[in-house]
């Protein structure tokens, strides 16, 4: 799941920038040391505080807003002592914060290491390198100046979050300017890491337009001609490391914000109406091991969606159930590859276990096979109207006159055998009730066509 890295990012592009640009006369290898040991402080505190995440989050939060304020006055001072401990303490204070922010998402949800949890791990350790090879750069740049700047910047969505967190617990009064400001604030804060990363390739770019001219060999051991070809192809590397970085960064945030993050929607289901009673599918439609999904528009407007599909790919066998599941409601199930999907939970379903009741399962739907044809009665597809929430105008017929009318505004109706008429008048109604069988007939309901749903 791409949210790995971008949590990562998101979490720690801001420290990177911050320290590397304010920061660059600190060593390598004591910024590792340091670096870790706050990391894992903070990941220590997240773990012992995490009963009261919230309140540990504002309290983080005025914490790195305080330091972030000192970072700016002891930037200009060469003490390289004082250096490392703000540096330890901003890595505590980042990985505290990237800790509550990913809580909602853990990397283990079983006891055994799956491929899921594997891949995720990979994104992380690919966010590391990203992290460390724009540190890396941007020491190199030390352009003052744009560490100020992305100091601002944080400071700027640490207020959004303070703000919101004190206007919740009715400690500052909350009105129309402030509102504004917060809402902004909060909802603009995933462009920072563009914004950070951007710094980075921009600084590339005009570094690339900034290259010395190539030098020109004046004879055989000319030592300042590899020296200034050196120079150049040091500044080079440097130039299209840094936009290559801004480019694969930015190409994996929009991938996440305009793909990987939209939710997961069902497609359009096919609108059935029963003949003579019965919803007839042909078994052999399931030979392309995708899910066939259908619904069914009751008298009363309720929208039942079911689906068919076949549980091996392999071998034939169907697989007939409702939409929906007993545990999830109603939001529906999408198949990819060979996994079905709860779009509510996201829960990966088992496909040969489809059918059965239990768990995240869809709901089953009683049906029968006859010369490879799948058969679901009517009725039965009524028995699973409670399980969905979706209505829809839907045109029926006075049973008694044969008078159109929409189900929504028809004025009487009356219930039999679990199917609801609708009538035109009083008059036709009373005459249905006294003898319904006259005006019913099992075997001459509504011919059976298909529609597809209108968007």
């Given at each position: 799941m791409s949210i790995y890295l971008v949590q990562l990012l998101q979490a720690f592009l801001p420290f990177v920038c911050i320290t590397a640009l304010l920061l660059p006369s600190l060593q390598w290898r004591k910024a590792a040391l340091w670096g870790i040991a706050g990391v894992v402080l903070g990941y220590m505190a997240f773990f012992i505080f995490r009963a009261n995440a919230d309140d540990f989050y504002y309290g983080i939060n005025c914490a790195l807003a305080v330091s972030l304020l000192l970072m700016l006055g002891i930037s200009f001072v060469r003490l390289k002592s004082l250096h490392e401990i703000l540096f330890c303490v901003l890595a505590f204070l980042f990985m505290a914060r990237y800790c509550y922010m990913s809580r909602l998402y853990p990397l283990f949800s079983t006891d055994f290491l799956e491929t899921l949890a594997i891949s995720s791990m990979g994104l992380i350790a690919l966010g590391v390198v990203l992290c460390c090879a724009a540190f890396a750069l941007l020491r190199m740049f030390a352009v003052r100046w744009l560490g100020i700047l992305v100091v601002l910047v944080?400071?700027?969505?640490?207020?959004?979050?303070?703000?919101?967190?004190?206007?919740?617990?009715?400690?500052?009064?909350?009105?129309?300017?402030?509102?504004?400001?917060?809402?902004?604030?909060?909802?603009?804060?995933?462009?920072?890491?563009?914004l950070l990363v951007g710094i980075l390739g921009i600084l590339g770019i005009i570094l690339l337009f900034k290259l010395p001219p190539k030098p020109r060999k004046q004879h055989f051991l000319d030592t300042t001609y590899r020296a200034q070809k050196a120079l150049r192809t040091s500044l080079l590397c440097r130039a299209s490391s840094s936009v290559a970085l801004m480019v694969f960064v930015w190409a994996?945030?929009?991938?996440?914000?305009?793909?990987?993050?939209?939710?997961?929607?069902?497609?359009?289901?096919?609108?059935?109406?029963?003949?003579?009673?019965?919803?007839?599918?042909?078994?052999?439609?399931?030979?392309?091991?995708?899910?066939?999904?259908?619904?069914?528009?009751?008298?009363?407007?309720?929208?039942?969606?079911?689906?068919?599909?076949?549980r091996f790919a392999e071998r034939s066998s169907p697989g007939v159930v409702f939409d929906a599941c007993a545990l999830c409601g109603d939001m529906g199930y999408v198949k990819r590859g060979d996994e079905?999907?709860?779009?509510?939970?996201?829960?990966?379903?088992?496909?040969?276990?489809?059918?059965?009741?239990?768990?995240?399962?869809?709901?089953?739907?009683?049906?029968?096979?006859?010369?490879?044809?799948i058969i679901i009665s009517v009725y039965d597809v009524l028995e699973g109207s409670n399980f969905f929430s979706q209505t829809q105008q839907k045109s029926v017929t006075d049973p008694v006159s044969g008078e159109a009318l929409i189900n929504f505004d028809a004025p009487f109706q009356y219930s039999f055998r679990g199917i609801t008429y609708y009538f035109a008048n009083e008059q036709n109604q009373k005459q249905f009730i006294e003898s319904p069988e006259q005006y019913v007939d099992d075997g001459a309901q509504i011919p059976y066509k298909i529609q597809r749903l209108a968007q």
């Open positions: 944080m400071l700027n969505a640490l207020a959004g979050d303070i703000l919101l967190k004190l206007m919740q617990d009715s400690i500052i009064e909350t009105h129309s300017l402030l509102l504004s400001y917060v809402a902004k604030t909060i909802h603009y804060g995933f462009l920072i890491p563009y994996s945030l929009l991938y996440f914000d305009l793909i990987a993050s939209r939710p997961i929607v069902i497609d359009a289901p096919t609108i059935v109406e029963p003949e003579h009673g019965h919803f007839v599918f042909d078994v052999k439609m399931l030979d392309d091991n995708k899910l066939h999904r259908y619904a069914y528009i009751t008298n009363e407007g309720k929208v039942v969606r079911f689906f068919l599909l076949n079905l999907i709860c779009i509510a939970c996201n829960v990966r379903i088992f496909l040969p276990s489809v059918g059965k009741m239990g768990g995240c399962n869809p709901i089953p739907l009683a049906h029968r096979i006859e010369e490879d044809k």
